[in-house]
């Protein structure tokens, strides 16, 4: 079993920039690829980001293409979201996932493991 921690949310203003983290409490968590998905009230989860166990690809939204980016740093077991650029309509809780294999997939499912999610509020 491996537990995700998130940090780093918090209000910010529309064009400004935050930074995720997703704290893994296992270091096989590094041989998994990883991904984020964010919720917005009323709406259901959907796909942000995720990249690869080896971080030799990664694979984004169209909504977030140029404005986001996600890194992993295996000595720490943490992977991250660089988010710049922020808008009102990226204001959600965002989850960070390990998926099932080593790949980065954009589907929920694919994913065995979740953090409890932080929230993200950009005011416009």
């Known amino acids: 079993q491996v537990q995700l921690v998130e940090s780093g949310g918090g209000l910010v203003q529309a064009g400004g920039s935050l930074r995720l983290s997703c704290a893994a409490s296992a270091r096989s968590f590094n041989y998994y690829g990883a991904g984020w998905f964010r919720q917005a009230p009323g709406k259901e989860r959907e796909f942000v980001t995720s990249?690869?166990?080896?971080?030799?690809?990664?694979y984004y939204a169209d909504s977030v293409k140029g404005r986001f980016t996600i890194t992993r740093d295996s000595a720490k077991n943490t992977v991250y979201l660089q988010m710049n650029n922020l808008k009102p309509e990226d204001t959600a809780v965002y989850h960070c996932?390990?998926?099932?294999?080593?790949?980065?997939?954009?589907?929920?499912?694919?994913?065995?493991?979740w953090g409890q999610g932080t929230q993200v509020t950009v005011s416009s």
């Open positions: 990249i690869t166990w080896s971080s030799s690809r990664t």
């Open positions: 996932a390990k998926s099932r294999n080593t790949l980065a997939s954009l589907t929920f499912g694919d994913y065995d493991y």
